[in-house]
């Protein structure tokens, strides 16, 4: 039953969906906690959506295309007290929890997905060549990751340089990280909703998610904050 205790938390796009609200909402009902997830959909600049969200409360939001890069440059810039986690650091955000004394701590968990799911499809040789189509939010969370999981040949397509893709050995190593549909099979392909490679890898991401939101829930738990 809602009340007056029950957390608030969401997700912020230009096309919002019952994903999340499906997962976190069933999630937080198995565990007995006291909160509603519901997503909103987003047409102000960030720094009024982050305005709102602290005026109503909210614990914790979720954020997707257009705010990644956009909340990653205000929480460099901003007067308020943010904190850009490691996982942020890749120049996107994904996840904000709004903590005590007006702190907003600055989330990527594209970056924490990519790390689970991606090796598992990649080649061993961290000398071999990888593609990655794109350039926004998914695109700086996935190069990161793979940067740091030591692979060393990275290269990055845009629509300037989209036709290198013809181009490239049928034994390529290409991600996509843009809505566009490739029908290879071989393309390992995060953008585009419609496929397998996205469905489980926003699924990883989204329990990247459902984790910080328990872990800082039972954090401001113990220093009775809730």
Known sequence: MINKDTLLLGSFSSKPGNLGCKLFNSEFQKRGINA????????????HIIDAAQTFGMFAAAFSSPYKVDLYNYGRS???AFKITESAKCGSVNTAVFKEDLVIELYNTDY???KIYLPKHLPEDKESNIYITGAGGLFKAVHKALIDLGYRSVFQIVRSTWDIIEKLHIDKTLINCT????DDPKVIDLGNM???HAKLFHNVQAYCQLEIYIREIENAKRRKQI
């Not at 509603?36 to 720094?47: A, E, L, T």
């Open 36 to 47: 509603i997830y519901k997503s909103f959909k987003g047409n102000n600049p960030i720094h």
């Open 78 to 80: 901003a007067y308020k």
């Open 112 to 114: 924490e997905a990519s």
């Open 179 to 182: 809505p566009v549909k490739f």
């Open 194 to 196: 419609d496929n397998d």
